[in-house]
C-alpha cells in the first residue's frame, strides 16, 4: 500500500467501461450524490480561477511596494526581493557559500539513506548521521578549521529552520531511546524518572518548554556562565520531541517477541550489546514510519522559535512583512502563503516518503 | 542519568563557543571580546537591522559607545533583539550585559526586577495615535474605543490607570511583539495605537499611508527611557552610568566627533580632564584607561549628535528636541561633573 | 550507563536473593538517584544564589497584588482592580473555553472529512484528500497568522460593518449578535428545555434497551420533538412569552450590547479547528477502513442502506480503533492553544507567561503555573477519554 489515497487492496476487477461509465460511477451514482458532485463543481468553478488569477496572473513579480499595491494579485516581487534573506537570515552574503555546502552535506546524509543494500549499510548511515551535525557546525559557525566565526545571532531564515529541525532530529533520537529503555528497565529509579520525564513533557505544550529554556535554564546556571540563545533553544527542541519519540520507540521495543531477548540472553549478549545488536536494530525498524512522522511534527514546531526571538523562516517573512518598505495586504498574504508552501512542500514530500517506508516494511513481510 | 551528560555536553560546548567567564560583567567582556547588548527588534530610528543585519539608531549607539569605552572597538557588539517579555529575564540570567531597549525606569523594575538604571537617555511620554478620518482630537473622547498595545510594558498599565481615572471604558487587544501590534493597528483591528511617543513616531513611518495617521496632543505619562544593567555589579553599573553622563557631558563642553582628538588638548581643565588629558583620573577611578571617554566620544559623538542623527527634526521621525535638550537649553538632559 | 541484564519475568528463579546482578541493580539505581540529586541540588543552589544576588523576590506572593490591566476576552468577570490571581481564573477559563469548542467543532469537522474521504463519490472524497494534505503539513502558527489577518484586512471597519437585519453585525471588531435578556420566564423555559433533553434522551435509552431485547425498533422521534420543542415553547408561553434581546449598536467607536465573537477568538478558533480536523479526518478514516469489508458486504446483504450500515454497524466498531489516536489529537488541541497568544487570544500563556512576567519579573513562578495547568489539562483529557473508550468497548457484540 504505498498510497493512502487508494482505498482498499484488493478489488473485485473492474466493471467499468470508458470514461463515461467511470464519470457516472463516481460522480454521479445516485441523484444524491449527483447533485452533490454539481454543487461542489459549481463552487469550484467560483473559487478556482480567482484563486489562479490572485496567485499568477494578476500577480506582480518584480518591483517594489508600489507595483505590489497597483496590481491586483498577489506580491511576489517581495518574496523576489527578499530571497537572500528568507534562506540565510543575517547571514554575511561573502560567507553563504558555506550554508550551501551544509545543505549539500545534508542532502547526501539523506541520499545516504536511499542506497541499495550494500553491506554495513546500518553503519554508514549511523556515520554520516554523526558525522553530519560536526561539519555542519565547523562550516556554519567556522572557528577551529579556520573560517571566520558567525555568531549564531546572524542565522536566521529557512537555513535556521534547517538547523533546528535537524538538531532536533538527531538530538531527539537517542534521547528518545534512552527514555524508552528506561521505561521498560526492571530497575524501579530508573523507570520512575523516564515515565515522570517522558509524561511531563508530553503533557506540556512546546511554547512553556521553549520559554524554560530561553528564559529560566540561564537561572539555574551558576553565575558568569552564559549558553548561546541557539543552543538552549535546540536543548528545548530536543528534551522535548525526546519524550514523544520516546514513546514511539517503546511501541517498536513492545513489538520485538519476548524469544529474541531470552535467545540474545542465553547466547550470553549482556544488556547494552543485546539491545544494540539484537532489539533496536528490529525495533527501529517497525517505527521508522512513526519516527518520520515524528520528524514532520519537529519541522512543523520549529516555526514556534520565532516566538523566543529567533529568525527561522516564519520568524523572518514577518519580520519583512512589517518592515517599513513593504508593509501593504497583499505583502502579508503573500509572504504568508509563501512561508506555507515552503513547509508544505517540506512535510507533505517528508510524510509520503514515511508511506512509501511503510509500504516497504510491509511487503518485506508481507512474503 | 540520562539528562546529566547532555546537559555536560551543552555546557561544554557552551564554554567552548563562549570562552569561560568569571564573575565581573567587565572581565566576562573583556575576555569575551564584545559586549551583549539588548536591543528593541526593530524600531525605526532607535534600533533597527537593515537586510545584512547592521543595527543603527539611537539606542544601538549607546551599546556603541559602552563598546568603544570598554573594548576600544564600538564595532564590537553583539546585539540580541528582545521582546517586552524577554527584556528582563535575558538581563537577569546574564545573556547580555546591558539593555538598551527603550525601557522605562520605573519603581518596580529597579527594585523587585533587579535592575539598575543608568541616566535617562530619553525622556518620553505616552501618546495615542489615531486615523484621522475619525476626527477625534483628544483622548477623552476615546471612550469604548478599542486599543492596540504591546504586552508587558508599562503602557498597558498607564492605559489602564488613566481610563480608569477618567471615567471611560476601553477594549484591549495586546500582542508581544511591537510588529504584530503595528500590523494589526494597520489591518483596522483598533481605533487607537498607544505607546511612548516616540515608538508612535517611528511607527507612523512605517504604515501603509502615515498621512492618514494623527498623533492626539495629550501625554498621559512620564516614560524615561534609560539602559539598564544587572544589579550587584557596581563597577559595571558605574561604566555604563558615567558612558551616558560623558555623552550629555560632551555635548554641554562643544566636545563632538569631529573635533574630539583637538579638545583632548583644550585649555579648558574639565574637558581635558574628561578627555583623559595627561596626569587625569578618570580612567583610574573607574577602572578603564584614560582615554575611555575620549573613545566613546570618537565613536558615536555627543549626545545631541547621536539625537540629530537618529530621532531628530531632520530624521523622518521629526521628533523636537523638547525635553531633551540640555538643561542649560530649559530641557532636563544634565551631566554629573567629571570631577 | 549500565542497566540491569536481569529481566525479570525471563529469568530463571534465583537459588539466592542477593545475586550478583541484583547487587548490582541496587548499586547503578543507587548511583542514578544520588546524581539525580546532586544534579537538582546544583540548579537549585544556583537559581537560589541568582535570584539572591539580584535581589528578586521568589514565592507567589504577587499573585494577590492588582494586576492593573484589562484583558478583552473574558468569560470570567475580570477588571484592572483584580488581583494577579484573578487574571490567572479568567485565562484559565478562556483557554478552557476555546479548547472546548475548538475540540466540538474539530470533531464534527473531522468527522465530515473522514466520511468524505471514504465517500464513493470520487470527487468528494479527491477534495477530502486535499484538504487534509494541506492543512496537516502547514505549521498551525503560521495558520493562525495566516486567518487572523486573512480575516482581519478584508472586513470593514465598524461605521461600514455588513449588517444582517440591522442585529447581526460583522466587521473588523468581531461578530455582535443579538443576546437575549433572560428574564424569569426565558430562564424557566431554558429549564424546561434541559428537562426536556433529559426525558428524550431516557426515552431514547429505553427504547434501544426494547429494541437490544425484542428486536422490535420503537419510534423516538415524537419523544425528542416534545423534548426540545414542546415543553420548553410550552413553558415559554405559560409565562408570558416576552421577547427582549440585547441587540448591538454602533455608539461611539464600538458596537455596545449584544454577544460578540472577537476577531482573536473567530481566527483561533478556526485555525486549531480546521488544522487539527485535518488529523481527525485521516484518523476517522483509517478507523472506518479498519473494518473488515466482510461487515459492510453482510449489512449489505440484509438490505440496510448506506446510511444506516455507517451509522450502525461500520461507525460503532470503528470508534474502538479512533478513539485512542483521537484522545491524542484532543490533548494536542488542548496544548496548541498555548499557540493562540501569538494573535492577541488572552490565554494561559499570553496573560501569565507573558504579562504577568513582565510586570512582576517572576518567571519561575509565572511559567510553573502555565505548565502546571496544561499538566492538568492533558491528565484530564486522557481520563474523560479513557471512560469513553472504557464504555465503546465494554458495548462488545
Known sequence: MTDTLTPPPLKAPSTVIGPLDWIRKNLFPDWRQGLLTIVVLWLLVRTVPPLIDWLFLDAAWAGDRDDCVAASGACWAFVNARWGQFIYGFYPVEHRWRVDLSMLTLVASIAVLFLPRVAHKGWIITGSFVALPVICFALLHGGPIGLEIVPTDRWGGFMLTLVVAVAGMLGALPIGILLALGRRSQMPAIRIFCVTFIELFRAVPLITVLFMASVMLPLFMPQGFSMDKLLRALIGVALFNGALMAEVVRGGLQAIPKGQFEAATASGMGYWKMMIFVVLPQALRTVIPGLVNTYVAIIKDTTLVLIIGLFDLLGIVQAGIASSDWLAPSVTTSGYVFAGFGFWALCFSLSRYSMYLEGKLNTGRQR | ?339 | ?397
Open chain 3, 1 to 397: 550507563m549500565p542497566v540491569s541484564r536481569d529481566l525479570g519475568p525471563m529469568a530463571a528463579p534465583k537459588p539466592a536473593f542477593w545475586t550478583r546482578s541484583r547487587i548490582r541493580s541496587v548499586l547503578v539505581q543507587f548511583g542514578f538517584v544520588v546524581l539525580l540529586v546532586l544534579l537538582i541540588q546544583f540548579l537549585l543552589a544556583n537559581t537560589m544564589q541568582n535570584l539572591a544576588r539580584q535581589g528578586i523576590a521568589s514565592g507567589f506572593g504577587f499573585l494577590e497584588n492588582r494586576a492593573g490591566f484589562d484583558i478583552a476576552i473574558a468569560f470570567l468577570d475580570f477588571d484592572r482592580n483584580g488581583t494577579y490571581l484573578d487574571a490567572f481564573w479568567t485565562a484559565i477559563v478562556n483557554t478552557l473555553v476555546l479548547a472546548t469548542l475548538g475540540i466540538a467543532l474539530a470533531t464534527l469537522l473531522g468527522f465530515m472529512i473522514g466520511l468524505a474521504r471514504v465517500s464513493p463519490n470520487w470527487l468528494i472524497s479527491r477534495l477530502a484528500a486535499v484538504y487534509i494534505e494541506t492543512f496537516r503539513n502547514i505549521p498551525l502558527l503560521l495558520q493562525l497568522f495566516f486567518w487572523y489577518f486573512a480575516i482581519l484586512r478584508p472586513l470593514p471597519g465598524p461605521r461600514q460593518s455588513f449588517d444582517v437585519a440591522g442585529t447581526v453585525f460583522l466587521s473588523n471588531r468581531g461578530l455582535y449578535m443579538p443576546k437575549p435578556l433572560l428574564d424569569s420566564g426565558a430562564q424557566l423555559a431554558l429549564l424546561a428545555l434541559v428537562v426536556g433533553l433529559i426525558f428524550a434522551l431516557f426515552m431514547a435509552r429505553s427504547a434501544r434497551r426494547h429494541r437490544a431485547a425484542t428486536g422490535n425498533s420503537v419510534a423516538v422521534a415524537h419523544w425528542w420533538l416534545i423534548g426540545l420543542v414542546g415543553l420548553p415553547v410550552l413553558t415559554w408561553f405559560a409565562t408570558g412569552a416576552s421577547v427582549e434581546m440585547s441587540i448591538p449598536s454602533l455608539q461611539g467607536f464600538n458596537f455596545r450590547g449584544g454577544m460578540v465573537i472577537l476577531p482573536e477568538m473567530l481566527a483561533a478558533l478556526l485555525g486549531l479547528s480546521i488544522y487539527i480536523a485535518a488529523a481527525v479526518g485521516e484518523i476517522v478514516r483509517s478507523g472506518i477502513q479498519g473494518i473488515d469489508h466482510g461487515q459492510t458486504e453482510a449489512a449489505q446483504a440484509m438490505g440496510h442502506t448506506r446510511g444506516q450500515i455507517m451509522r450502525y454497524v461500520v461507525i460503532p466498531q470503528a470508534m474502538r480503533i479512533i478513539i485512542p489516536p483521537l484522545t491524542t489529537q484532543y490533548q494536542s488541541l488542548a496544548k496548541n492553544t498555548s499557540l493562540a497568544s501569538a494573535i492577541a487570544f488572552p490565554e494561559i500563556i499570553s496573560i501569565i507567561a507573558g504579562t504577568t512576567l513582565t510586570q512582576t519579573g517572576q518567571a519561575m513562578e509565572t511559567i510553573a503555573l502555565a505548565m502546571l495547568f496544561y499538566l492538568t489539562v492533558s491528565l484530564f483529557i486522557a481520563a474523560v477519554m479513557n471512560f469513553f473508550n472504557w464504555r465503546v468497548m465494554r458495548r462488545s457484540f
Open chain 2, 1 to 339: 542519568m540520562k539528562i546529566y551528560p547532555i546537559l555536560t555536553t551543552a555546557a561544554a560546548l557552551a564554554v567552548a563557543a563562549g570562552g569561560a567567564v568569571s564573575a565581573q560583567t567587565l572581565e566576562e567582556v573583556r575576555e569575551r571580546g564584545h559586549l551583549n547588548c539588548g536591543v528593541s527588534p526593530g524600531v525605526t530610528g532607535f534600533s533597527n537591522p537593515d537586510d545584512e543585519g547592521n543595527w543603527s539608531g539611537f539606542d544601538v549607539e549607546v551599546c556603541r559607545a559602552v563598546a568603544a569605552a570598554v573594548l576600544e572597538d564600538a564595532d564590537a557588539v553583539r546585539y540580541t533583539p528582545l521582546s517586552n517579555t524577554e527584556r528582563f529575564t535575558a538581563l537577569q540570567s546574564g545573556e547580555i550585559d546591558m539593555l538598551s531597549r527603550t525601557t522605562t525606569r520605573t519603581l518596580n523594575r529597579d527594585t523587585a526586577l533587579g535592575l539598575n538604571f543608568a541616566p535617562v537617555m530619553f525622556y518620553d511620554g505616552q501618546g495615542f495615535m489615531v486615523r484621522q478620518d475619525m476626527g477625534v482630537s483628544s483622548v477623552l473622547e476615546l471612550d469604548g474605543a478599542t486599543v492596540c498595545t504591546s504586552a508587558g510594558s508599562t503602557t498597558e498599565l498607564n492605559l489602564a490607570d488613566y481610563f480608569e481615572a477618567n471615567g471611560m471604558s476601553y477594549e484591549p487587544v495586546r500582542f508581544d511583539r511591537a510588529d504584530e501590534v503595528l500590523a494589526a493597528y494597520d489591518a483596522g483591528r483598533c481605533d487607537v495605537y498607544t505607546s511612548d511617543r516616540s515608538g508612535l513616531a517611528a511607527r507612523r513611518l512605517v504604515m501603509t499611508n502615515p498621512a492618514e495617521h494623527v498623533m492626539l496632543p495629550e501625554t498621559i505619562s512620564k516614560e524615561p527611557l534609560a539602559p539598564a544593567v544587572r544589579h550587584g555589579d557596581d563597577q559595571w553599573f558605574d561604566i555604563v552610568t558615567w558612558t551616558v553622563y560623558a555623552l550629555i557631558e560632551a555635548e554641554e563642553y562643544g566636545v563632538t566627533q569631529g573635533n574630539v582628538d583637538e579638545m583632548a588638548n583644550s585649555e579648558n581643565p574639565n574637558i581635558a580632564r574628561m578627555l583623559g588629558a595627561e596626569g587625569s583620573p578618570v580612567g583610574e577611578w573607574i577602572g578603564l584607561d584614560n582615554k575611555w571617554v575620549h573613545r566613546a566620544i570618537a565613536a558615536v559623538g555627543n549626545y545631541g549628535e547621536i539625537f540629530e542623527r537618529h530621532v531628530g527634526p531632520n530624521t523622518p521621525l521629526e521628533i523636537e528636541r523638547g525635553m531633551n535638550a540640555l538643561h542649560t537649553n530649559g530641557g532636563l538632559q544634565y551631566a554629573m561633573p567629571f570631577k
